[in-house]
């Protein structure tokens, strides 16, 4: 209680932001008292004052020591039980700041208890963080965590996590992109890191979320996760969520899986939009321009023609991607570039709305925007705190929408994103490289950690196709070696008379050899041998298991050998080189500035098949222009 003349005030100990201080003059003394958010200054002659500083001190830190005791082991609790994320480290600082205030700007007088001046001693020492001290506390504890739980890490998958394996699982950061290179053990990492969040009693299972590409993909992470874990493809997500906000299954199109029942509908629209006036004209134009073929008959003819398929195939794959740029709210854009074949397309994609309209049918397009829709809109509460993607590089934008609202409904959400921007080859499709590339820039401050050891194919054969696939500057740069052992694992045989014939003379040597397996890879199908001649080989080379698959196809597969065939330059040669579909072209994310980049990550992928040995055949004329870069 302080005095002024007939003036009383008062002010709880409680309330002081820091020791009240005499601040002594010539005639005067003045007592500064600190409030929150404001400064109180009382001046008294030196004989009204009964109290010293150390006396203000003493009364001070009584009622507040345990304060900063109780913060300051928060922090350390903190720090010592979870990974310090950026949004932990946020915490913290805020945290420091408010502590720093009102603790580190008066010099204790007193001696004070081993307690408090432990926690002074801490607080100092967090207030004066740097970048570099940050990075090593985070190093400390990622090896402090790998030593802590070396038994779950060494019994968690059939084999004992790698080093850099056991990091991913360990780092914990609010956005986090693990680059996994062919054959680095990815799947081992998502599941042993699903499984890590539950053992370290962080979360429960049912709270974390594992998204993959495709069917197969989400099968096996269920299988090898559990059942507990939410293992799905993005589809079955946004089935999921429609299910839970509108109380029954949506149906699926028959249009949806059925490739020939979707060419017919498409087939039937034109033929009925090409009576009405001026759609033959707006058709024609966009066969020539979008499809680079011209008409040889009247319109409703050459719709029924074989000429025309290509057409038809093309406008069918446009459906969905037309559907996707719309849900991103695109379409103005679109329109300003390629405005009369927008026109042609518009039409066919209404009367394809009103087709799943009275089938009381949705798509797959529809499955992801209405989820995104819900979840924005509040009508979805988002149960998972661990999201985790697989394939992170085959990601579209309007998934990656997805996503943004699945971790925008609550502040604390985490983002694992797994995936290899060496192996993006599905643009086609709608795939964005940037997202993994520049995936800062889209999903905000993030960590990015690489698996550094292959075990699928020998190191010359990663020598050779890391060189190659790096020539692309814009490809994030990697370290991996290879565990596996092996001598002269990549062979460039030159074609004499028929590729097949130099195929199977391969072929035979191996089958003398005993049992392996066999991949036969080609840019295309019709590079390939046929299935009757595949028929023919299996059974010659009883001892081999022979399989044909395109480049595309060859993703995520492997044998103990494989054979790239049509290597050669031109006409369905590789790389391919098509012209331009300019619709399909704008409406797909931005085309890379680097000549075939996607042509050069195709050929990386055919590379990095093998276990034990690849052989190139090179034709001996007009060769694929990617063969002059390999050193072999």
């Known amino acids: 209680m302080l005095f002024k003349g007939t003036a009383r005030s008062e002010i709880a100990w409680q309330d002081m932001q820091c020791p009240p201080r005499l601040i002594k003059g010539i005639i005067f003394t003045q007592l500064q008292i600190k409030l929150e958010g404001q400064e109180a200054q009382l001046s008294f002659t030196l004989a009204h004052s009964e109290y010293t500083n150390e006396d203000f001190q003493r009364h001070w830190l009584n009622q507040h020591h345990h304060q900063l005791i109780r913060a300051v082991g928060k922090i350390e609790a903190l720090l010592k039980n979870h990974y310090l994320s950026r949004s932990n480290l946020d915490v913290l600082r805020q945290t420091v700041t408010v502590l720093e205030q009102q603790w580190l700007g008066w010099q204790p007088q007193i001696t004070l208890s081993p307690e408090l001046a432990q926690a002074l001693y801490t607080l100092k020492e967090l207030q004066q963080w740097q970048e570099q001290d940050i990075a090593e506390f985070r190093a400390k504890f990622i090896d402090y965590y790998a030593s802590k739980h070396q038994y779950f890490f060494d019994n968690v998958e059939r084999q004992p996590l790698t080093v850099a394996q056991r990091q991913a699982c360990i780092i914990c950061d609010d956005r986090h992109l693990l680059l996994a290179g062919a054959g680095t053990g990815k799947t081992s990492v998502m599941v042993a890191r699903a499984k890590f969040l539950v053992h370290c009693g962080d979360v429960l299972p049912q709270q974390i979320l594992l998204l993959a590409y495709g069917n197969e993909a989400a099968k096996e992470l269920k299988q090898r996760a559990g059942e507990t874990f939410g293992c799905m493809t993005f589809h079955a997500l946004g089935k999921l969520i429609i299910t839970a906000v509108e109380g029954k299954q949506p149906q699926l199109s028959t249009l949806t899986n059925d490739a020939k029942k979707r060419f017919k509908f498409v087939h039937d629209t034109l033929q009925a939009l090409c009576f009405q006036p001026g759609y033959k004209l707006l058709f024609e134009r966009f066969c020539v321009k979008e499809c680079n073929i011209q008409p040889s008959a009247e319109m409703v003819e050459f719709i029924n023609s074989s000429g025309c398929?290509?057409?038809?195939?093309?406008?069918?794959?446009?459906?969905?991607?037309?559907?996707?740029?719309?849900?991103?709210?695109?379409?103005?854009?679109?329109?300003?570039?390629?405005?009369?074949?927008?026109?042609?397309?518009?039409?066919?994609?209404?009367?394809?709305?009103?087709?799943?309209?009275?089938?009381?049918?949705?798509?797959?397009?529809?499955?992801?925007?209405?989820?995104?829709?819900?979840?924005?809109?509040?009508?979805?509460?988002?149960?998972?705190?661990?999201?985790?993607?697989?394939?992170?590089?085959?990601?579209?934008?309007?998934?990656?929408?997805?996503?943004?609202?699945?971790?925008?409904?609550?502040?604390?959400?985490?983002?694992?994103?797994?995936?290899?921007?060496?192996?993006?080859?599905?643009?086609?499709?709608?795939?964005?490289?940037?997202?993994?590339?520049?995936?800062?820039?889209?999903?905000?401050?993030?960590?990015?950690?690489?698996?550094?050891?292959?075990?699928?194919?020998?190191?010359?054969?990663?020598?050779?196709?890391?060189?190659?696939?790096?020539?692309?500057?814009?490809?994030?740069?990697?370290?991996?070696?290879?565990?596996?052992?092996?001598?002269?694992?990549?062979?460039?045989?030159?074609?004499?008379?028929?590729?097949?014939?130099?195929?199977?003379?391969?072929?035979?040597?191996?089958?003398?050899?005993?049992?392996?397996?066999?991949?036969?890879?080609?840019?295309?199908?019709?590079?390939?041998?046929?299935?009757?001649?595949?028929?023919?080989?299996?059974?010659?080379?009883?001892?081999?298991?022979?399989?044909?698959?395109?480049?595309?196809?060859?993703?995520?597969?492997?044998?103990?050998?494989?054979?790239?065939?049509?290597?050669?330059?031109?006409?369905?040669?590789?790389?391919?080189?098509?012209?331009?579909?300019?619709?399909?072209?704008?409406?797909?994310?931005?085309?890379?500035?680097?000549?075939?980049?996607?042509?050069?990550?195709?050929?990386?992928?055919?590379?990095?098949?093998?276990?034990?040995?690849?052989?190139?055949?090179?034709?001996?004329?007009?060769?694929?222009?990617?063969?002059?870069?390999?050193?072999?």
């Open 309 to 632: 398929k290509p057409v038809i195939t093309h406008i069918a794959s446009l459906l969905s991607t037309y559907k996707s740029v719309a849900a991103l709210g695109q379409l103005k854009a679109i329109a300003l570039q390629q405005s009369e074949l927008l026109k042609c397309l518009t039409p066919i994609v209404e009367e394809y709305q009103s087709y799943l309209s009275n089938e009381g049918a949705i798509d797959f397009d529809d499955m992801i925007a209405k989820a995104i829709g819900y979840i924005e809109a509040g009508a979805f509460s988002v149960p998972w705190l661990h999201v985790m993607v697989d394939e992170f590089q085959d990601l579209s934008p309007i998934r990656a929408r997805l996503l943004k609202a699945l971790l925008g409904a609550r502040s604390k959400r985490y983002l694992f994103a797994v995936g290899d921007d060496w192996q993006s080859i599905y643009r086609f499709s709608g795939a964005d490289i940037t997202l993994t590339t520049n995936f800062h820039e889209h999903f905000g401050c993030s960590t990015v950690t690489a698996l550094d050891q292959t075990f699928r194919y020998p190191q010359d054969i990663l020598d050779i196709s890391s060189t190659f696939i790096c020539a692309n500057p814009n490809q994030l740069t990697k370290y991996v070696q290879s565990a596996c052992d092996s001598e002269q694992s990549t062979q460039l045989i030159e074609i004499v008379d028929s590729e097949f014939d130099a195929v199977e003379k391969v072929l035979a040597e191996l089958n003398a050899q005993g049992e392996a397996s066999v991949l036969l890879l080609a840019r295309f199908h019709k590079m390939l041998p046929s299935r009757e001649r595949l028929s023919g080989l299996q059974g010659k080379f009883s001892a081999l298991k022979i399989r044909t698959m395109t480049f595309h196809a060859a993703k995520g597969k492997e044998a103990d050998y494989a054979m790239i065939m049509g290597l050669y330059e031109g006409h369905n040669g590789f790389p391919a080189s098509r012209p331009v579909q300019p619709l399909m072209d704008a409406m797909l994310p931005t085309r890379e500035t680097f000549p075939l980049a996607e042509e050069r990550r195709l050929f990386y992928v055919a590379l990095t098949r093998a276990k034990r040995q690849i052989f190139i055949f090179k034709p001996r004329e007009n060769a694929c222009r990617f063969l002059a870069e390999l050193e072999i």
